[in-house]
């Protein structure tokens, strides 16, 4: 009969035997079934980017006619025409509102020659046709641009003002502090509704704004010089 030493040398060998074997065994399952999952999320392809994004350039109709970033542009009063182009990645409303040197504000975009209607893709040109220019003090141009993939509730109290005074009494309007308070506080309850990380990407032709959930807001400016004699 094998010593007490000798049984409990075999058992031990047996049982890591079992040990070995059932470590091959299921940790084969394991990885099969990982496996398969690694595949299963191959199948699913990636994640879709759901953010927004607005790339703003401004041409020079009067000068160059190269598309440049709107961080680098810099006109002359009086002898400078442009149009400010917009180019998003989803189809959307776009709202734009323009501050002036002398403290004026308004709501330029949606009027009455273009409803504010961005297609994904597609460059939106303000003005809609030709170019505009800028008569009044050397200073900056201070803009604030809203794509939303809804109609903003927000702007809509102040898209119907502007429309109403757009033929007569714009000049009193924009000069009104009411006004700039309505702007500013519709603004602020757009910003609460932007989700996650808001980015700017500069480049030399234009300007790239981005930000999580269904609305963003791009701010830039047009700076302008007084013309030499």
Do not use: C, H, W
Not at 116 to 134: D, L, Q
């Amino acid at each position: 009969m094998p010593s007490l030493a000798s049984r409990i040398l075999l058992m031990v060998i047996a049982m890591v035997t079992i040990a070995v074997l059932a470590y091959l065994y299921f940790g084969g399952k394991i990885s099969s079934v990982e496996g398969e999952g690694e595949r299963e999320g191959e199948r699913e392809g990636p994640v879709e980017d759901t953010s927004l994004t607005l790339s703003v350039s401004v041409l020079d109709t009067f000068g160059t006619l190269e598309p440049k970033s709107t961080g680098e542009f810099v006109g002359i009063t009086g002898e400078t025409e442009v149009q400010l182009l917009f180019t998003a990645n989803r189809d959307g409303f776009l709202y734009l509102i323009e501050e002036t040197p002398e403290n004026e504000i308004a709501l330029v975009l949606p009027g009455p020659m273009s409803p504010g209607r961005i297609k994904a893709g597609e460059v939106f040109r303000m003005p809609p046709t030709g170019s505009t220019g800028y008569e009044g003090p050397p200073g900056k141009l201070k803009y604030r641009a809203i794509l939303s993939l809804e109609m903003p509730a927000e702007l809509e109290p102040i898209k119907v003002r502007f429309s109403a005074k757009f033929d007569d009494g714009m000049d009193e309007l924009v000069k009104n502090p009411e006004v700039r308070g309505e702007i500013d506080g519709a603004l602020s309850k757009i910003e609460s509704r932007i989700i996650g990380k808001r980015e700017t990407i500069p480049s030399e032709r234009d300007t790239l704004y981005r930000a999580g959930g269904d609305v963003l807001i791009a701010t830039f400016g047009l700076e302008y010089k007084r013309a030499q004699q």
